[in-house]
């Protein structure tokens, strides 16, 4: 199988002033409050702004029934007026909808899908399937409390400029304390590591020569990191890496301090299963569930240099 690094990226035109723009919501239900905002917010940037037909829909506790949300994405990449697909909201049931897409469509008009948390399925399966390059970003519906005026700057700039995107490691954050040595290039994937291992031996794209990002919030605790790592490494899914990228890990801080755990906090869980890996590992990086996110682009060139303490990433855009 081919390494990573030897497969060309799909990267689309960056977005213009007057370009039109479509909000979909492929998991969870979002607010119209929520929805408001963001209209609000890429408006604001030139863009004309249009939604989904099925956004508000609700069918359990998903945006509308699978055939649906589907269909909301389907119709914006098959649109060749829309330059760039925003999520509305994470949370569950994405995964569902992920081997119906038309991503022929995207082979031959790309176009950016923006999101993170459960649009991680999204990102993977575009990049497997058309090569696609994606934003891993903030919903365009955050509040300013999540979502600061930097974050939104930084989507707008990763959208509408190709400058490269560098993101600094942030000693407080709890992954900083897992370090490998060393720097790496290659190929940027990854997102939330619950959605990784979901697609593992599914729609997970070969990994070879690829830097890893990875980034997660508690569930269950500790179990559920070491569950997802060690079913990726059995798999053999994280043979051929270059480097890993580690990003926030939210809601375990209270872990260490807990007698049936051994001590153990989610940096050990990490330094155990990453560092066999043999290949340099760049922890703290402030990109995940945490507030006031970057935007990174995944499926271009990336390089990590753990002694900058810097991960750099080519843009999705051109």
Same mark, same amino acid.
């Given at each position: 199988?081919?390494?990573?690094?030897?497969?060309?990226?799909?990267?689309?035109?960056?977005?213009?002033?007057?370009?039109?723009?479509?909000?979909?919501?492929?998991?969870?239900?979002?607010?119209?409050?929520?929805?408001?905002?963001?209209?609000?917010?890429?408006?604001?940037?030139?863009?004309?702004?249009?939604?989904?037909?099925?956004?508000?829909?609700?069918?359990?506790?998903?945006?509308?029934?699978?055939?649906?949300?589907?269909?909301?994405?389907?119709?914006?990449?098959?649109?060749?007026?829309?330059?760039?697909?925003?999520?509305?909201?994470?949370?569950?049931?994405?995964?569902?909808?992920?081997?119906?897409?038309?991503?022929?469509?995207?082979?031959?008009?790309?176009?950016?899908?923006?999101?993170?948390?459960?649009?991680?399925?999204?990102?993977?399966?575009?990049?497997?399937?058309?090569?696609?390059?994606?934003?891993?970003?903030?919903?365009?519906?955050?509040?300013?409390?999540?979502?600061?005026?930097?974050?939104?700057?930084?989507?707008?700039?990763?959208?509408?400029?190709?400058?490269?995107?560098?993101?600094?490691?942030?000693?407080?954050?709890?992954?900083?304390?897992?370090?490998?040595? !060393? =720097?790496?290039? &290659?190929?940027?994937?990854?997102?939330?590591?619950?959605?990784? $291992? *979901?697609? %593992?031996?599914? #729609? +997970?794209?070969?990994?070879?020569?690829?830097?890893?990002?990875?980034?997660?919030?508690? !569930? =269950?605790?500790? &179990?559920?990191?070491?569950?997802?790592?060690?079913?990726?490494? $059995? *798999?053999? %899914?994280?043979? #051929? +890496?270059?480097?890993?990228?580690?990003?926030?890990?939210?809601?375990?801080?209270?872990?260490?301090?807990?007698?049936?755990?051994?001590?153990?906090?989610?940096?050990?869980?990490? $330094?155990?299963?990453?560092?066999?890996?043999?290949?340099?590992?760049?922890?703290?990086?402030?990109?995940?569930?945490?507030?006031?996110?970057?935007?990174?682009?995944?499926?271009?060139?990336?390089?990590?240099?753990?002694?900058?303490?810097?991960?750099?990433?080519?843009?999705?855009?051109?």
């Amino acid at each position: 199988m081919d390494s990573i690094d030897s497969l060309q990226s799909v990267r689309s035109p960056r977005l213009r002033p007057g370009d039109r723009v479509r909000i979909v919501a492929p998991a969870c239900p979002p607010s119209r409050e929520g929805v408001g905002r963001g209209v609000e917010l890429l408006t604001s940037w030139g863009l004309r702004v249009e939604l989904g037909e099925h956004v508000f829909d609700q069918w359990g506790y998903m945006a509308g029934r699978d055939e649906d949300r589907v269909s909301d994405l389907n119709s914006a990449f098959g649109d060749p007026g829309v330059r760039a697909v925003f999520a509305a909201m994470g949370g569950k049931g994405t995964y569902r909808i992920v081997d119906d897409l038309d991503t022929d469509a995207l082979r031959r008009d790309p176009k950016p899908v923006v999101g993170f948390s459960d649009i991680t399925h999204l990102h993977l399966a575009l990049w497997a399937r058309c090569r696609l390059s994606c934003l891993h970003g903030p919903f365009p519906n955050a509040s300013d409390e999540w979502c600061g005026p930097a974050s939104a700057d930084a989507v707008r700039r990763a959208l509408m400029t190709t400058d490269p995107v560098i993101i600094h490691r942030d000693t407080s954050q709890a992954s900083a304390a897992v370090t490998v040595e !060393g =720097t790496a290039t &290659g190929v940027l994937i990854g997102g939330n590591l619950d959605a990784i $291992r *979901t697609e %593992a031996g599914a #729609g +997970l794209p070969n990994l070879k020569g690829a830097i890893l990002f990875l980034e997660h919030k508690r !569930g =269950t605790g500790l &179990g559920e990191v070491d569950r997802a790592l060690t079913q990726l490494t $059995r *798999t053999g %899914a994280l043979d #051929g +890496l270059h480097g890993v990228a580690l990003g926030q890990f939210i809601g375990f801080d209270q872990d260490a301090d807990d007698p049936t755990l051994g001590g153990w906090g989610i940096a050990d869980v990490l $330094r155990d299963r990453l560092t066999r890996l043999g290949v340099p590992v760049l922890g703290g990086l402030p990109a995940g569930h945490g507030p006031h996110p970057p935007t990174i682009p995944l499926g271009t060139q990336a390089t990590i240099d753990t002694a900058a303490g810097t991960l750099t990433v080519q843009p999705a855009v051109t």
